[in-house]
């Protein structure tokens, strides 16, 4: 699919996302390593930078978001746990750490706080298409989607 009505898709030579463009002028463009690997999320609204995410791999998932300058960590997962700024983004000015929990498929299912707070619980449907069953935190929202694959909010 290259347009679904409201945006429009580009596909790399290796099958690929590469940019999603909508009407408004916002873009998001995506880049890989040698390995197929992303490892730069790069959204414009217009001629405006919104976002420029870099990430860091582990074997065969994202261990770390950083800044557009590599200096700060947006978020760090590590065995089953994410450290986050309270909103999602930004530096960490107050981090706090989230144990999420993932499904037979690698999904991520629920995300707890503490010892036991529920943050945010999501469920999918058979083409991994994302819902949010509850989220307790205001502005809270994870990378980590369906098989334990990138998740994307600005693209949604």
């Known amino acids: 699919m290259t347009h679904d009505g409201t945006k429009t898709y580009d596909w790399g030579p290796s099958g690929e996302l590469i940019k ?3 009407p408004s002028g916002k873009t998001i463009t995506y880049f890989y390593n040698g390995f197929g ?3 730069r999320r790069f959204v414009k609204n217009g001629a405006t930078v919104a976002s420029d995410t870099r990430y860091a791999w582990c074997g065969n998932h ?4 950083q800044n557009a300058t590599n200096q700060s960590i947006v978020r760090r997962y590590v065995d089953g746990e994410v450290t986050s700024p309270i909103n999602g983004k930004g530096a960490f ?3 706090q750490t989230f144990s999420y929990f993932k499904d037979h498929l690698g999904s991520v299912r629920d995300v707890i706080q503490g010892v036991g707070t529920f943050v945010a619980g999501y469920s999918y449907d058979e083409w ?3 819902t949010q069953r509850f989220n307790n ?3 809270f929202d994870l990378t980590v989607g369906y098989t ?3 998740y994307d ?3 949604q």
């Open 20 to 22: 999603i463009s909508w």
């Open 37 to 39: 690997l992303l490892y």
């Open 62 to 65: 994202i261990c770390q978001e």
């Open 93 to 95: 000015l107050s981090p």
């Open 128 to 130: 991994g298409t994302r």
């Open 137 to 139: 935190l205001a502005g």
């Open 148 to 150: 334990g694959h990138f």
């Open 153 to 155: 909010t600005d693209a």
